[in-house]
């Protein structure tokens, strides 16, 4: 098996760099050379193939692409999968590595000075709070997320509520919101307006407080949330 329980229970916290990292799990073990259509290569594929149907459809992510229908032709099937994973790689790829980078900057952070720490206005706060309760109340209300998905992002709202506080060592669990938020712009478009708006200003107060713990130079933008639909 090439995915232990331990890499299988983070997924949860990070689906959309869990994509890129199925895949490249995959590819380090796909073999290039004369075994390219061996049954070893095929189970390899098939078995990150079908951990990545999983987690796009338990998390709902958006796919641009058309899911491979398998024959149990060996060659036919190694072909179809490896040129399914090699697209989704492309596309969550970007999305990956922008979250990536804020956690990776903050370890850094924390690293360097372990006396650091981001800072909010007592009215940065206070207006996050808000949101994020605006946030809790769309989403109990709204028809366009299944059961599962509302309790995700129910889940998710509540931990990052419950470890708010005026003084934080790192700001991850935003930045992992911010990456739902571009499931949901990918899903369900200018339907979900409401909820990425809400995230949006959510952001924009984070990259606010993060830029002037990091003393980045003014007018310096931050990562991106854009509707690609």
Same mark, same amino acid.
């Given at each position: 098996?090439?995915?232990?329980?331990?890499?299988?229970?983070?997924?949860?916290?990070?689906?959309?760099?869990?994509?890129?990292?199925?895949?490249?799990?995959?590819?380090?073990?796909?073999?290039?050379?004369?075994?390219?259509?061996? &049954?070893? +290569?095929?189970?390899? @594929? *098939? =078995?990150?193939?079908?951990?990545?149907?999983?987690?796009?459809?338990?998390?709902? !992510? $958006?796919?641009?692409?058309?899911?491979?229908?398998?024959?149990?032709?060996?060659?036919?099937?190694?072909?179809?999968?490896?040129?399914?994973?090699?697209?989704?790689?492309?596309?969550?790829?970007?999305?990956?590595?922008?979250?990536?980078?804020?956690?990776?900057?903050?370890?850094?952070?924390?690293?360097?000075?372990?006396?650091?720490?981001?800072?909010?206005?007592?009215?940065?706060?206070?207006?996050?709070?808000?949101?994020?309760?605006?946030?809790?109340? &769309?989403? +109990?209300?709204?028809? @366009? *997320? =299944?059961?599962?998905?509302?309790?995700?992002?129910?889940?998710?709202?509540?931990? !990052? $509520?419950?470890?708010?506080?005026?003084?934080?060592?790192?700001?991850?669990?935003?930045?992992?919101?911010?990456?739902?938020?571009?499931?949901?712009?990918?899903?369900?478009?200018?339907?979900?307006?409401?909820?990425?708006?809400?995230?949006?200003?959510?952001?924009?107060?984070?990259?606010?407080?993060?830029?002037?713990?990091?003393?980045?130079?003014?007018?310096?933008?931050?990562?991106?949330?854009?509707?690609?639909?």
């Amino acid at each position: 098996m090439l995915f232990n329980d331990e890499f299988l229970e983070g997924i949860q916290d990070d689906p959309i760099t869990s994509v890129t990292k199925i895949i490249d799990i995959v590819m380090e073990n796909f073999h290039i050379t004369e075994k390219r259509y061996s &049954q070893e +290569n095929y189970d390899i @594929l *098939f =078995e990150g193939f079908s951990l990545l149907l999983s987690v796009i459809e338990g998390f709902e !992510l $958006q796919i641009n692409n058309n899911i491979p229908e398998l024959t149990g032709s060996l060659q036919n099937d190694i072909i179809k999968m490896n040129a399914f994973l090699e697209n989704i790689h492309t596309i969550y790829k970007a999305k990956a590595t922008d979250i990536k980078l804020e956690l990776m900057k903050n370890k850094f952070s924390r690293t360097l000075n372990q006396s650091f720490s981001y800072e909010f206005s007592q009215g940065d706060l206070d207006r996050i709070q808000i949101l994020i309760n605006e946030l809790r109340e &769309q989403i +109990n209300s709204s028809n @366009l *997320f =299944e059961q599962k998905h509302k309790e995700r992002l129910l889940k998710r709202l509540e931990k !990052l $509520q419950s470890e708010m506080h005026k003084k934080m060592s790192d700001v991850d669990r935003f930045w992992g919101l911010i990456g739902d938020a571009g499931i949901v712009i990918g899903k369900f478009g200018k339907d979900s307006k409401p909820f990425v708006d809400r995230i949006k200003e959510i952001s924009d107060i984070v990259w606010r407080t993060q830029s002037r713990a990091e003393e980045l130079p003014s007018g310096t933008p931050p990562p991106s949330l854009q509707d690609n639909t």
